[in-house]
Each structure stands twice: as C-alpha cells, then as structure tokens.
C-alpha cells in the first residue's frame, strides 16, 4: 500500500521560513515526478512546484511562489523537499504532495490531473 506523508508544516510570522518534507513509502520515487500543491479555505487548489524525476533544474513553480520557494528531492531517502522563504499571509493553506504517473512535469502540472498518489496535507499559517 502506498502512503506518502507530509511534514514540517506550522505557524510562522510573514518573513519566517518553513521547510516541507513529504516521505513516500510502498513505492519508490525515483522514476517519479512529484509536486507540491496548496489549498486555502475557500479557494481553488493552486500547483505550487513540481520537479522532475531526475530532479536538478528540471523544475517548475507557480507565479506567486517563484524566488521564494525551492523544491528538491532525495530520491534515496525516498523523500520530497520544499523549502519555503519569505512567507507571506496569502501562503497560509494546507499543503499536500502528490506523484506523478510520469517522469516529467507537464506544461499544464500545475492544474492537478495525472498525479495518482496524494498526501493527507500539512497545514501552513502565515500571520502578519
């Protein structure tokens, strides 16, 4: 049974940093892309970044995070990674990883579809 488990979600000050890991078992991810997606109260899911399976540079983010946040991964911890940097209010959301079906990340990732494992979320609260 595949479980993938994220962590290091909490409650920080606009301008604090936070840095989210998602641990995926009864699979490995190495031939996976993987991505970080969020979800405030009331609002749609918005892609947040997404990398490759080879990991590297092979990344994509979302308008409102690129600069700030860092997505990486440890294919031998079976681990994803995303660092977050000058947090603002509006980054306040639950936060959920999830794999991808492919290798790749697609020019339309951000929207959600082709990812077939998801995490149960972590919860991240920005305040002013």
């Known amino acids: 049974q595949v479980q993938v488990v994220e962590s290091g979600g909490g409650s920080v000050q606009a301008g604090g940093s936070l840095r989210l890991s998602c641990t995926a078992s009864?699979?490995?991810?190495?031939?996976?892309?993987m991505a970080w997606f969020r979800q405030a109260p009331g609002k749609e899911r918005e892609g947040v970044s997404c990398?490759?399976?080879?990991?590297?540079?092979?990344?994509n983010y979302g308008d409102s995070v690129k600069g700030r946040f860092t997505i990486s991964r440890d294919n031998a911890k079976n681990t994803l990674y995303l660092q977050m940097n000058s947090l603002k209010p509006e980054d306040t959301a639950m936060y959920y990883c999830a794999t991808r079906s492919y290798s790749y990340c697609s020019v339309n990732w951000f929207q959600g579809y082709g990812y077939n494992h998801w995490g149960q979320g972590t919860q991240v609260t920005v305040s002013s």
């Open positions: 990398i490759w399976s080879g990991g590297g540079l092979n990344t």
């Open positions: 009864g699979l490995s991810i190495t031939d996976y892309a």
